[in-house]
């Protein structure tokens, strides 16, 4: 099994004590920072091993996206219509919603096997990946901090049919600063009563359910990790309005869309572990989902890395394929060796959360290279074709608009930078 275990006792003379205790990452050989133990998975070293059964999903992973994906991709992308028919397909397949337990109906699998399947998908489209890949972020809250009522109501429903969620944080106002949050809660007898406006959610217009965080307490200096809360609102509760489906530079098919919630009653059922939790809930979500993040932009750069070899060793110039120019095969290189640095990132930071380490430090580097690399290596894409990568004919143009938003969605490639340095301090 495919698996990135940490011998702390080796690995200490590599970093400063000091600094790994920050990180959070120090512990006695064989034991989490929390004092447990490793699995015996995790003990027995390094391995990049794919079991049989990962193998099958891949190949199930694969497959799907290459009679699925591929072939109906530039249609999505010239029409922004919602992939709906991918969508049911895939989730007959079993390729959707496959962090659900077992326990719910679902596969039960772990970080690092879901970003593995999600690498090969968005391999065809990451507009459409990410429509399929919404789901685990408007999931995650519940599966974090739902109580067993919730997990029932709530996770059960999107493995009985092909059904939505989203993630409600951002606003008009406040994306990276979530703390600027002016979306409220009002407690009115045993409800709540939600009014605000959320921005740029994923999923927004076909949503059966979304996560919504709201400020609960008025008090201006009362501190984020106190004043806010997490709801699950069902999405035909009156008072809830999706507006108009925003017209991206990329990923046009994902639904983005603002949502309107205007004396939206919640029942106190609904909330998530208790008032004033929502910020923890909230930035819990994200440790879990940046890894998979990090694995779709991981599965572009690898698509635009085979197009433009595909396209350097058919195109010739000065009577010999382009590739055997070095200028060519340098920024081929370079793409290479960003795609599988990005990859090994995410694998680890995958492996951290599967393993109960918290991982906010490597999910911020996952999720901070792997989108720069992205970019990277689609404009290098877009400059091996010339041209050609100039014009919607070919591919690779597609690829440099959808790989934008991996530098802004789930976190900007600068909060990310500001992460990783307050954790590293």
């Known amino acids: 099994m495919i698996s990135l275990p940490r011998n702390i006792s080796r690995l200490s003379s590599l970093r400063a004590v000091s600094t790994s205790a920050k990180c959070n990452q120090t512990a006695a050989a064989g034991q989490k920072t929390d004092g447990s133990s490793f699995s015996e998975e995790a003990q027995a070293g390094l391995n990049f091993t794919l079991t049989p059964e990962q193998q099958e999903y891949l190949d199930l992973a694969e497959s799907f996206t290459k009679n699925e994906i591929i072939p109906v991709a530039g249609h999505y ?7 709906w028919p991918v969508i049911r397909k895939a989730h007959e397949t079993g390729l959707m919603n496959l962090h659900i337990p077992e326990k719910y109906g679902g ?8 970003c593995l399947i999600t690498e090969k998908m968005a391999y065809g489209c990451t507009g459409i ?24 109501k709530y996770l059960t429903r999107l493995i009985e049919e092909p059904l939505m969620c989203a993630y409600g944080v951002t606003e008009p106002g406040a994306g990276s600063d979530v703390a600027g949050i002016k979306t409220k809660a009002e ?12 921005m740029w959610i994923t999923n927004g217009g076909v949503a059966n359910f979304y996560f919504v965080l709201a400020r609960t307490n008025p008090d201006p200096k009362c501190p984020a990790s106190k004043a806010f809360t997490g709801f699950i609102v069902d999405a035909d509760t009156p008072g809830v309005t999706p507006g108009r489906k925003e017209k991206n530079m990329g990923q046009r098919c994902s639904d983005t869309r603002g949502i309107t919630f205007e004396d939206v009653v919640v029942p106190e059922e609904n909330v998530l572990i208790g008032e004033g939790a929502g910020f923890k809930v909230a930035m819990g979500a994200f440790d879990k989902t940046r890894p998979p993040v990090a694995a779709g932009a991981v599965g572009i750069s690898q698509r635009a890395l085979d197009e433009a070899t595909k396209y350097a060793t058919e195109r010739k110039a ?11 095969a340098f920024m081929l290189a370079d793409m290479a060796i960003g795609t599988e640095a990005a990859r090994l990132c995410y694998m680890k930071s995958a492996w951290q959360a599967d393993n109960g380490i918290r991982n906010t430090y490597y999910a911020s580097i996952a999720k901070c290279l792997a989108g720069d690399v992205a970019n990277k290596s689609a404009t290098d894409a877009v400059q091996v074709f010339g041209g050609n990568g100039f014009n919607t004919e070919y591919p690779v143009e597609k690829l440099m608009r959808d790989a934008k938003i991996y530098q802004i969605y789930e976190g900007t490639a600068q909060i990310q930078r500001i992460i990783i340095g307050r954790e590293w301090m």
């Open 77 to 83: 992308d010239q029409t922004g219509e919602y992939p």
């Open 107 to 114: 596969m039960g699998l772990g970080t690092l096997d879901g």
């Open 129 to 152: 990946m990410t429509a399929l890949e919404a789901n685990g972020l408007g999931s995650m809250p519940v599966m974090i901090a739902g109580n067993e009522e919730q997990k029932k």
């Open 187 to 198: 407690k009115k007898g045993n409800d709540w009563v939600i009014n605000g406006q959320k």
């Open 318 to 328: 000065f009577g010999t394929p382009i590739i055997n120019h070095q200028a060519v």
